[in-house]
């Protein structure tokens, strides 16, 4: 296998799936706009801003690329939808365009299963890899190309950057504050590791998955925010008291490493 271009190799999924592509012995060039928080000491990174078009000319320089996976994206909110839709929509549209004119075999776009979210939650990110989807799809019909995307859900791990639903409940729990979230308590959300989507993405780069377009990532787990809150709560109490972990369900048990991970990361952090 050639050489393996990551973007977003700044964030939690493309910096530790460099990691893990590295310990496969698959050679690896990340793309960032910033500095990574993750263990990039070893990595090969080149720092550019995925929209302008003479930085996409400097991938011409990499050689013997066999594949190249997509995790860069801006997140959305009220004040900067336009930029989400600017950002996403070009980025991918210039990487879609080198890699059709450099002939790479496999280009894998890391979706979101909020692009088949109701009206309620539509929003600039949703719009965004919704037409990021029909451009891949729209190339491989146009020029015969095996191109993916991965619709993700919820991706859990032992992340350092506090933005996602278990950490943000975790602190919570350990700072004694009160839980507020957009959605419902009751609103049941599917979760998946994201060591799930690194094996996922091995397979289509080992064309274990012969079809293209969409694919959804299988999802280990669907439950309330206030079924998660009650089962970190469980936890953080073993954790404290040192009991042990007979009786875990098996949820309960997959969940109680993280836990452990961010128990320690606030335990001692001033709030």
Same mark, same amino acid.
């Given at each position: ?16 799936? !460099?990691?893990?592509?590295? #310990?496969?012995?698959? %050679? ?8 990574? +928080? ?22 011409? &320089?990499? /050689?013997?690329? =066999? ?21 996403? @929509? ?10 059709? %004119?450099?002939?790479? +075999? ?6 979101? #299963? ?27 019909? /146009? ?5 993916? =995307? ?11 950057? @506090? ?20 959605? =419902? ?15 996922? !993405? ?9 079809? =293209? ?17 009650? @089962? ?6 073993? @954790? ?5 972990? &007979?009786?875990?369900?098996?949820? %309960? ?6 836990? %452990? ?5 606030? /335990?001692?952090?001033?709030?």
């Amino acid at each position: 296998m050639g050489t393996i271009i990551v973007t977003g190799s700044s964030g939690f999924i493309g910096g530790n799936l !460099i990691n893990f592509l590295n #310990k496969k012995n698959i %050679e690896t060039v990340g793309i960032s706009r910033r500095e990574s +928080p993750y263990n990039t000491n070893s990595f090969n990174i080149k720092y550019m801003d995925l929209t302008v078009d003479e930085n996409i000319d400097l991938l011409y &320089e990499i /050689k013997n690329v =066999s594949a190249l996976i997509h995790c860069a994206g801006e997140s959305t909110n009220d004040s900067n939808c336009l930029n989400t839709l600017y950002f996403n @929509i070009k980025s991918t549209l210039l990487l879609l365009k080198y890699a059709i %004119e450099n002939n790479i +075999p496999k280009f894998i776009y890391l979706s979101s #299963k909020k692009v088949l979210v109701d009206e309620l939650y539509f929003n600039a990110y949703s719009l965004s890899k919704k037409i990021c989807e029909d451009m891949i799809r729209y190339c491989n019909h /146009k020029y015969s190309k095996n191109y993916h =995307s991965l619709r993700l859900c919820n991706i859990y791990g032992k992340d350092k950057i @506090i933005t996602r639903i278990i950490p943000f409940i975790m602190e919570c729990i350990i700072s004694n504050k009160a839980i507020k979230t957009k959605s =419902s308590l009751l609103e049941e959300i599917e979760f998946c590791s994201v060591d799930e989507v690194f094996n996922t !993405i091995y397979l289509i780069l080992m064309g274990e998955f012969k079809s =293209s377009d969409v694919m959804s990532i299988k999802y280990e787990f669907k439950i309330s925010i206030l079924e998660l809150k009650n @089962i970190l709560l469980k936890l953080v109490s073993i @954790i404290d008291n040192n009991s042990n972990l &007979e009786g875990l369900s098996a949820v %309960e048990y997959k969940l109680f490493p993280i836990v %452990e991970f961010y128990y320690y990361l606030f /335990k001692d952090k001033d709030f």
